[in-house]
């Protein structure tokens, strides 16, 4: 899906560094949701965006992990402080508005590894 | 209750053959029942969705079965492919919520 541009698509990180994973939805889409996949599993809801405001952020650890969605520019996934259990496939998505799945279009995902 | 259970959690199956891949839900306030399909190093893509007011949907080769009362539905793969060999994730959510509620996923694998 060219539509959900996700990068960088593979991180490496040392324990303890910051992680920035970026997202810039479909156009003319103005709402992101960021999930984790974790090997071998589904996908896990982390957090749902809309410009400037943070929807839900249900699915989020309460520490280390933050999300942002601008005015202007991608969202951005960050997490600090990097733990070998962040190692995940990230995937961000977007839809025109809120609702039911299937206005929902995925990006290709970050691959974060943590060494 | 928020759960989505997927079974088998891997399946082979011949070129030619019929995969058969189910989910059991127990929230009956779910009213919408995607399936997605995922390429490894891919996002998820939308294959076929279903709402509770049908029994059964068909798009190609690919049929959803729906049962209300059992609180179950299955994706069918007609004349299965090498190249549908992917993970398949059922999902479910309400249609005012955003939240899709994911399986585990089924890794399938279509043997020429």
């Known amino acids: 899906n060219a539509g959900v541009m996700q990068n960088p698509r593979h991180l490496v990180r040392r324990r303890g560094q910051e992680a920035r994973l970026r997202c810039s939805p479909m156009?003319?889409?103005?709402?992101v949701y960021w999930y984790r996949q974790l090997p071998e599993e589904g996908l896990k809801f982390m957090v749902y965006l809309q410009k400037e405001n943070i929807i839900d952020e249900s699915g989020m650890p309460k520490e280390r992990f933050s999300a942002e969605f601008p005015k202007e520019g991608p969202s951005i996934l960050r997490i600090q402080q990097v733990v070998r259990g962040d190692s995940a496939a990230y995937f961000c998505?977007?839809?025109?508005?809120?609702?039911?799945?299937?206005?929902?279009?995925f990006g290709e995902g970050s691959w974060l590894t943590v060494v | 209750q928020q759960q989505v259970k997927q079974s088998p959690q891997s399946l082979i199956v011949q070129k030619g053959g019929i995969s058969i891949i189910n989910c059991a839900y127990e929230?009956?306030?779910?009213?919408?029942f995607p399936w997605y399909q995922q390429f490894p190093g891919k996002g998820p893509a939308l294959l076929i969705a279903?709402?509770?007011d049908v029994s059964e949907k068909k798009e190609g080769r690919f049929t959803i079965s729906f049962n209300k009362s059992a609180k179950q539905f299955s994706l069918h793969i007609m004349d299965s492919q090498p190249g549908d060999s992917a993970t398949y994730f059922c999902a479910a959510n309400r249609d005012s919520n955003y939240q899709l509620i994911w399986g585990a996923g089924t890794k399938l694998i279509i043997k020429p």
């Open positions: 279903i709402r509770p």
């Open positions: 929230n009956t306030a779910f009213d919408y």
């Open positions: 998505a977007s839809s025109p508005k809120d609702g039911s799945g299937n206005t929902i279009y």
């Open positions: 156009k003319g889409h103005s709402h």
